[in-house]
């Protein structure tokens, strides 16, 4: 339906408006953000991504990067212009074929002006030349493209991919990828999925990857660097490539002897999860300072200070849960983040108990009794922690323990039938903390707002657990279970 308002003097201008084509009046700019109150200029809106296709150089010596976007996309509303969320430079922009004008607002919009306004629901190519040196673009204050001494990496959460394409920004607007970078031959390209192809002309080296199923513009990641990559397929026949930098000094051994086992941990976490919803698994290990890891699609980021005391199968363990909880089922919005670090922390609880070092009890029991009433860990609420609390201590281990009380409450039967059934629910798909709620409650017939309500809505420590005393007066191994707890992320 097209809306038209006939203001006052619109008759006599009649003449000026025989100029614009009859349906402009109607059509409205997007929306510069997706309606995140988190982060309220993050994603846009008035259209969905279907599908974005990368073709680029990279020169690590003065980190330029260049190329062409190209982004199949669908309108949801009469659209005037829309806005990308991007930070490089922009030299051309066609919307379906035709040259579009364009300008930047805000801290990362690239506001595009189509030649003629788009109607809503229909499909669009965009397409965006672009170049720039990412090192030296920031918004809001930060940069997170990562500079190695060998290349760049693009992998940060939730902000990543205004430094290497533009994009609508946000886990709602899911997409598939062709990724598809030039390097200077000797170095390599890193991105998710699968690699399509390698092509070498003129000194240069072309590394094609694929993702195929629906990913979050923050889970595509890309590293340049020199690379030694490995291939195997997991007993359960999940392909893997991993990727170490060759630069990584003592820490190569330990990141090798934990990220070798991404093929046995898969198979291991698919027994609880269900089948793993991806068709390529592995993880990368550039030579970065920062100290994180992370989720992203198919190929995890692995910081080499993850292996700076020696093999950590469990960072492997919570990135790879993280495939199912997070990157297959996606969040609707960044409140819901317990959807991933919650079940992430948890799966590592799981590992935990089965390498004897401690049981998901007694490591619920652990955190529970190492933060009094009044540490300020119990004042973030792990339900809706706010943007500056999103990675606090409490959404990881508050989170996990708020999963053990689940399952203490709908009973073990039925808690594995969520954990297993819930990446089904909503595979390649996006779900809030309600909707868990909602479908915990099918599962196991049992009414659990009261428990969601204490465990992750409540500022405040949850009193009068049932806990395993026996645990905490004498547990296995304290020094044991606090490594676990507080090496999980
Ligand atoms: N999601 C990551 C994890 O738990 C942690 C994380 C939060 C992160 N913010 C980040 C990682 C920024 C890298 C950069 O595994
Ligand atoms: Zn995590």
Redesign the pocket.
Known sequence: MHRRIIAPGALAAASLMLAIPASAASHSPGAPGIGDPYYPAYGNGGYDVSHYDLRLKYQPATDELSGTATILARTTQDLSSFDLDFLLDVSEVRVNGAKASFTTSGQHELVVTPRTPLDKGTPITVVVRYSGVPSTKSAYGFNTWHRTPDGAVA???PEAAWWWYPSNDHPLDKATYDVSVAVPDGTQAISNGTLQSTSSQLGWTRYSWRQNKPQATYLTTLAMGKFDITTSTSEGGVPVVNAYSKDLGDNDGAARASVERTGELVDWLSGYFGPYPFSSAGGYVPNTTTG????TQTRVYYSPKQFAKGSNASVVV??LA?QWYGDSVSLKGWKNIWL??GF?TYAQWLWSEHEGEGTTQELADYVYASHPADDAFWTVKPGDPGPDHQ?DDAVYDRGALAIQELRKTVGDDAFFAILKGWPQEHAYGNASIADFQAYAEKVSGKSLGALFDTWLFQPSKPAGVALAKSAVVQPRSWKKIAAAVDGA?
């Open positions: 992998a940060d959460e994180y890891a992370l989720e919570h990135e993280h991933n670090e992430a990675f992320h």
